[in-house]
């Protein structure tokens, strides 16, 4: 069983910054890849980003691609999400989740645990 607790979320203006942490309960959390997807009112929750084991290598969905790095520490058992030049459009409900299959994996069905969520809102 692996629990995962989110935080730095809150709110923003339009191209502001904000980093994102998710740690994690256990001694196996080298074990698991890690993902981030976000959740807007009405919508359907999406794939942000994603992140091997090791932390070699990171995927992200093109809407984020080249403002939010995602990265983790496994001696922290921490993964986080650096978001930046943050748009009215990146609010949501931002949750961490972990996963046991290999690879970078964008479908939340794909992933065994998930966090509570935190709150990012950005303003205009």
């Known amino acids: 069983q692996v629990q995962l607790v989110e935080s730095g979320g809150g709110l923003v203006q339009a191209g502001g910054s904000l980093r994102l942490s998710c740690v994690a309960s256990g001694r196996t959390f080298s074990s698991y890849g890690m993902g981030w997807f976000r959740q807007a009112p009405g919508k359907e929750r999406e794939f942000v980003a994603a992140i091997r084991r090791s932390g070699i290598t990171t995927d992200y969905a093109d809407s984020v691609k080249g403002r939010f790095t995602i990265s983790r520490d496994n001696a922290k058992n921490t993964v986080y999400l650096e978001m930046n030049s943050l748009k009215p459009e990146d609010t949501a409900i931002y949750y961490c989740?972990?996963?046991?299959?290999?690879?970078?994996?964008?479908?939340?069905?794909?992933?065994?645990?998930w966090g509570q969520g935190t709150q990012v809102t950005v303003s205009a």
């Open positions: 989740a972990a996963t046991r299959a290999l690879g970078t994996i964008r479908s939340p069905s794909f992933y065994d645990y």
